[in-house]
């Protein structure tokens, strides 16, 4: 096989025993370890020059040439360390890396070990904030995956002492993409001083909420940049929607099976301002293994709920749960951003708030990048600094599944 990474030059494996079997073959590693590998999977996988390969989407085979009963007529390791296979019926000979074999297996237990899983939290992780200097993030690529590791881990990274000029945000952005657009274009200005008047241009409190969830697609990762913050209070408030979860799922498992399951309305509707925006989805997204992997609550563009009447009252009492669990002091992280910091934080898991203040002149922006173009720079970064399985850990998928 040549997959893009570089791997060490193949080397004989005299040390991996092969056991073939009706349907498949099973490899034993030289730690112990067992994988079963289907002869069709491996038809499959072949990338010689007619089959192509996946990795450049060059790839000539079809599922519908190869036969759910495929089989070798030999399968052995050569000379060089590879898995030679010679097909059955036709003529046709597929070689693996070993290396590639076990990085690629989907063998029970090892696959589970790809799912990569958050650290979750509540508000006493203001005692050791999940942070990164704006000078080493941007000038290392050491300090870049820093900063990424921490925002996939915990779903946030407060980036401190950037530029504290308007431009800011650009600056920060850069660190995880390319700044997309938002429902409100691509930097929102959070100060009372806008014309625009959304909660946000006020000096209220605003409540717990991820960004536009009235949108199949919302926000990605979410970039608030401080460029002046007010003189008293005023700080920024985190929430762990995937937190929330767990909670929820331990104190009314019913209820939070049904909030898996069953859409709810969101919408935005502003016919003057031409806007007519609305989704139905569920608020909270798992994946294959029944974990959380996305988020989405906003009470405040939450539709009136078009729900099954019978599942009504459930449904309400998790959204209540949830509510009173975002506005309680116990599960908010409150910090302060000074000028220059910023937060980043993953739209599809985490919500924000703020305190009220009393002060004209705080300024904070926020633009947006997409949660492909972060997990894609996290996954190239890794890479080239030696990473490789982190490379390719399954990532939460968002809201999107
Ligand atoms: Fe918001
Ligand atoms: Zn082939």
Redo the contacts with the bound molecule.
Sequence with gaps: MNPPVTLPAARPTPSIQLVPAKTGLTLIWPDGLQSFYHYAWLRDCCDCDLCGNSYSSKRYLQPADVPLDSLPETACFDSEGYLQIAWKEEDHVSRFDSDWLRRYSYHDGIREQRFHRPVTWDAQIVENLPSVEYRYASTSDQGRLELYRKLRDFGFVVVTSGPPRDNGYQRVAQLVGTIAESAYGQVFDLTPQSKITTL?NTMLP?PP?T?EAYRHNPPGINILHCVRPAETAGESVLVDGFRLGEQLRRDQPEVFELLCRQPQPFHRIDPENHLHQQTRAPVFVLDELSEIVGFRFHTRSAAPLDVPSDRFLKIYSGNRALSQMMLSPEYQARFRLEAGDAVLFDNHRVM?ARLGFHDRKRKLR?CNVSREQFHENLRLTANKLGYPDEARQILAAGVCG
Excluded: E, F
């Design positions: 946000g605003v909420h960004d924000h926020i």
